[in-house]
């Protein structure tokens, strides 16, 4: 069954959005911030364990609800609240967009793994669209610009996306790794500024792929691995009996 579209995207986290006509200046930006209000550790609804035939059904349930991603800053104050069901209407635009740039089912979508609204709305989006998303490193501290650039063109090649989105502060080098390859190349801005579907979305496949993996690279160089929606499932579902996650336990992600 499809699903229905969203009408709105809210942007990236810690972007300073404009406020009646005018850029928001950073004393109002910390004001906005001191004002925030974390999603919460308890949900409404049941807590369900990954017992969803695909992602996008986890999606989907986990939307009725409260619960979602606080994104925090380098600080550690809260920068923005990201519940579930704003995250399923921003992935559900993110497929429709998608999908006006001829991404199809099967297509690899790479994205640059930024921690934040942009990266989690397109990794699901595609998903919605039936494409393989495909997150790649963001730049490390230690290598520079040229060996950031190299990594990722042969990220590219061996997984041969159909299009490179990345955050508009790296669009130089991920927008020359793309070019490289021969792929499209678009920041979060270039994306969210395109035309939007009105395409039924497909029936999402438990046994087909949901997304490709890199590994690590710890011992060689990291090799991608295919996930279906089965397999996801079954890994999620591993670590929430195995870890006996329960209320109000919840998850938290190292900015990277």
């Avoid at 004393?27 to 695909?54: C, H």
């Avoid at 709305?121 to 595609?126: K, N, Y």
């Avoid at 989105?165 to 790296?170: G, K, L, R, T, V």
Wanted: net charge neutral; glycine share 10%.
């Amino acid at each position: 069954m499809g699903r229905s579209p969203a009408s709105t995207h809210n942007g990236a986290a810690g972007r300073l959005k404009s406020r009646s006509g005018y850029r928001m200046t950073v004393l109002n930006a910390v004001a906005d911030k001191a004002t925030l209000v974390p999603t919460p550790n308890i949900d409404v609804q049941p807590r369900r364990y990954a017992d969803f035939d695909t992602f996008c059904d986890a999606l989907d349930y986990a939307a009725k609800g409260v619960l979602g991603f606080n994104f925090h800053d380098p600080r550690g104050t809260l920068a923005q609240p990201y519940p579930y069901s704003q995250l399923r209407a921003d992935a559900l635009v993110a497929a429709q967009k998608l999908i006006a740039l001829g991404v199809g089912p099967a297509d690899r979508v790479a994205l640059v793994a930024e921690t934040g609204p942009d990266f989690a709305a397109l990794f699901c989006g595609a998903m919605y669209a039936g494409a393989w998303p495909v997150p790649l490193p963001l730049p490390t501290s230690f290598g520079g610009k040229e060996n950031y650039i190299d990594q990722l063109t042969v990220q590219l090649g061996s997984s041969d996306p159909k299009m490179l989105i990345y955050p508009d502060e790296i669009a130089e080098m991920a927008g020359a790794a793309a070019a490289r390859q021969g792929c499209a190349g678009l920041s979060w801005s270039d994306f969210h500024a395109g035309n939007t579907s009105d395409a039924t979305l497909p029936v999402p496949d438990p046994d087909a792929i949901s997304y490709l993996q890199y590994s690590s690279g710890s011992t060689r160089f990291p090799h991608g691995v295919a996930v279906t929606h089965r397999a996801l499932m079954a890994n999620l579902a591993g670590h929430s009996h195995g870890m006996t996650i329960a209320d109000p336990d919840r998850a938290g992600r190292r900015p990277g």
